[in-house]
């Protein structure tokens, strides 16, 4: 599976941006699919999942309430809706994707498929 991620940029603290992931090489629908992020001179954290099947989408305590994981299957893409942004978001995006019906939304090393990473930029 290869992951394409699109949709960074620079924006003002307050705005929105909306990144989106497009999947290509398997079957979307079987994947669980996960946005972490990385910002300069720290680790990769978790910030939102979305599983393959149900309604078990997880946020990362910081984004709960600004930011929105969806997915159209249709079109092999999964997005991450995010509002009200703080310069504390400026990070690298990532989307990845983990196979099969064991769900662990925020075990980074569980997921088997990474994009390329997408650049958010928040301005104060």
């Known amino acids: 599976v290869q992951l394409q991620a699109s949709g960074g940029g620079l924006v003002q603290a307050g705005g929105s941006l909306r990144p989106s992931c497009a999947a290509s090489g398997g079957t979307f629908s079987n994947y669980n699919m996960g946005w972490f992020r990385q910002a300069p001179g720290k680790e990769r954290e978790f910030v939102a999942a979305?599983?393959?099947?149900?309604?078990?989408?997880y946020y990362v305590d910081s984004v709960k309430g600004r930011f929105t994981i969806s997915r159209d299957n249709a079109k092999n893409t999964v997005y991450l809706q995010m509002n009200n942004l703080k310069p504390e978001d400026t990070a690298v995006y990532y989307c990845a994707a983990q196979y099969g019906t064991s769900y662990r939304a925020n075990f980074q090393d569980k997921y088997n498929y990474w994009g390329q990473g997408a650049q958010v930029t928040v301005s104060s």
């Open positions: 979305i599983p393959w099947r149900g309604s078990n989408i």
